[in-house]
C-alpha cells in the first residue's frame, strides 16, 4: 500500500468502461478532475466496444444478453459519446482498453469460452484470478439463480460476462506495466470487468486500492461518494470502531433534516433503487381487513428478506465473514424458526411481508426460485400468521402502521422500523450487516427460548419516537458522516416545471426509436456544455479534498474504519430527542395519508 504519498506524486489508473453509465461516470470524472488539478496523474481506461455482448449499460437501458445486435450497437454508439463528451471536458487522460487487445488474444479468450461447459465453467482462472467465479456475481443476480447453469438466459449472460472479463484479463497487465499506477480506483468492484482490474490492483502491495460507490442516500444517490480500502469493507459498518464511537454523537439540526429527506425518499418508493412502495393510506382497518386479520390482537411483521444478493456475494467471495459463513443462518431457517416461535404466540397475529425482490418488481422481471421454496415453507402455517406477499398491493409502510414489533433476519427493513420507533427483534445478530443489532433485542440461532423472551420483551416496549432516536443516529452516521457529499442541503430539490414542446402532437408521429436517438443526443449535448463549465471548477471544492483525505486516512484493516464527520453541531439529548420526535411525527402523518413527499 502507498504510504504517505503526496497527492502531487499520485499515479492513479481508474477503470472507468461504463461511460454511458453517466450519472455515476460524471460523479467519477469530477473527482478525476479534481484529483489533476491537485497535482496528481490521473488515467481513465474507457471502452470503444469492446464488452459488445453485453454490459451493465446494455443492461440499464433494458436490453438483455439475448437482444439483436443492432440494439447493442446503439447503446455501445451512445455510450461512445458519452465517454467522448467526458474526454473533451477532462483535465485527465483517457485511453481505450480496446487498443490492448490484439487479434491473439481474442482469439485465445475465444477458444477458452468455446471449451467452457455447465460442468467445468468454475476452473476459469487466470493470473491466479478467478475469473470464472468473479463472472458468475451479475448473471445470478440479475436471473435471481442458485446457479448460473439454472436457465438458459442466465448461462448465456453468464459467458457474455465471462468474455469480457478474459478480454480485460488479457489487455490490462499491458497497462498496469505502462502506468505503474500508485493508486487504483474502480466504481463498484463486483461487476465481472471490474473485479478483474480491482484483483490486479489488489495483487500489488504497492498500490492503494480505492473502490467506489454510491452509499444509498436516496436523495442525492448520484452526488454522494463513499471510498473503501477492500471488497468487503461496505458489509463491515456495524463492526467499524469510528462508526460505532460516532453513533454515541446526538445528530445535529441539519443531520435530522437530512436523514428526515432519506426517510421520506424511502416511504414515498418513487426511486428505482428503493424496493418499497408508497403507503396506499387506506385506513388502519381497511389494511387488516385485505391482510385478512379479524381481531383486535398485536401485529407483529416478519421481514423475510431476498437471499440471492447474499447468495451472489458469497460466491465471489466478497461476503466479511464474522463467524465462519457455514455458521450463518438461511433464510429458509429465518422462517422456520418464525413459523414455530408464532405457532407458540397464538395471542398474536404473524405477518410474515416477502421482500418484493423475489417478485418481478419495477427493478426486474424475473421471480425468484427462492419464491417457491419460500410458498412451500409457508404453505402449512398457523392460523395466526398472514403472508403479505409482494403483488398484494400492501407495502412495507402499510404493514408498519398496524405494526406493534418487527422481527427481523437480515434486511436493512428492520432500520426502517426502528426510525419509525418501531420495536425490532434480530434473529442470528452476526447475519445482520446493515446496521448493529443491539438497536433491539437479540436472539441466537435456534433457540426458541430466547425467541419468545424478546417476543415478550418487544411486545411490551411501547411504540414512541424516542425509540427512533438511535436509529436516525445510524443513518446519520453511515450515509452523512462516514461518506463525502458534493453538497449540503436541508432544502429539497428544485422541481423544474418543463413547457410542453411545440408542435407535440407531430413529434409524437416520428418512429419511438428515431425520437429516443433525438433526445438522447440533445441529453448528451446538453451534459457536454454543463461538463465543459463545471471542468475547472472543482478546484475550489472541499468535497475533493475530503475525498483525499479519506483515501490517505486508510488502515491495513478490512474493517471500514472511516473518520466521521460531525454535519453541525451536536443538540443536547433533549433537544435530539425533541427534534426526531417532531420529524417522526411527520413521516408517520405522511405514511397514514399516502401523501407523496
Known sequence: MTVNLPVSQWRVLWFSPNAGLWQTSQLEHELANGLVQRGAQVTVIRCRGMFNSYCPTMQSNGITVDSGESAKKSVCKSCRREAKVFEGAASYSTIWLDDYLNPEMRSRVNSRIERVTT??????????????????????????VPDVTATTESWNEYLSDLRSALYASESMPQIFTEIQPTHCL????????????????????????????????VPDRYSTIALYRSIKSSQTVVDSKTLIESSLDPLSRLEIKLVARQMGQLVRGSDPWVYS?????KPTEEIRQILGIENELPVCVVLIGSPDETRSSALVGAEYERIPIEEISSVQEFIEQSLEVAGNCPDINFIFRLHPRLAPNKRESFRSPDLDVIEELLAGRPSNVIVNFPNDGIGLYDVARIA??????????????????????????????????????????????????????????????????????????TLLRAVTHKSWTNQPPNVQHQKIPRLQWLRQLLPDGFRERVSRIRSENRRAKELDTKSTSTISLPWIDECIMRIVDFDDSIIWNPKAIMRGDSLNIAEEVEQVSYEVQRICEIIGSGRAT
Open 404 to 477: 406493534n414489533f418487527g422481527i427481523n433476519h437480515a434486511s436493512s427493513a428492520g432500520l426502517e422500523f426502528l426510525a419509525l420507533g418501531i420495536p425490532v427483534i434480530h434473529y442470528d445478530p452476526p447475519r445482520l450487516n446493515a446496521y448493529p443489532p443491539s438497536l433491539g433485542f437479540e436472539v441466537p440461532r435456534l433457540d426458541q427460548n430466547s425467541f419468545h423472551k424478546a417476543i415478550t420483551q418487544a411486545r411490551l416496549k411501547p411504540i414512541s419516537a424516542e425509540n427512533a432516536v438511535l436509529a436516525w443516529r445510524w443513518y446519520a452516521v
Open 277 to 281: 412502495t408508497p403507503s396506499t393510506g
Open 119 to 144: 460442468t467445468n465453467w468454475r476452473e476459469n482462472t487466470t493470473e491466479e484470478i478467478a475469473v470464472g467465479i468473479y463472472s458468475t456475481y451479475l448473471s445470478m443476480l440479475h436471473h435471481k
Open 186 to 217: 474502480v466504481y463498484n468492484p463486483l461487476y465481472p470487468t471490474n473485479r478483474v482490474f480491482t484483483e490486479l490492483a489488489l495483487k500489488d502491495p504497492q498500490i492503494q486500492y480505492v473502490g467506489v460507490s454510491a452509499p444509498g442516500y
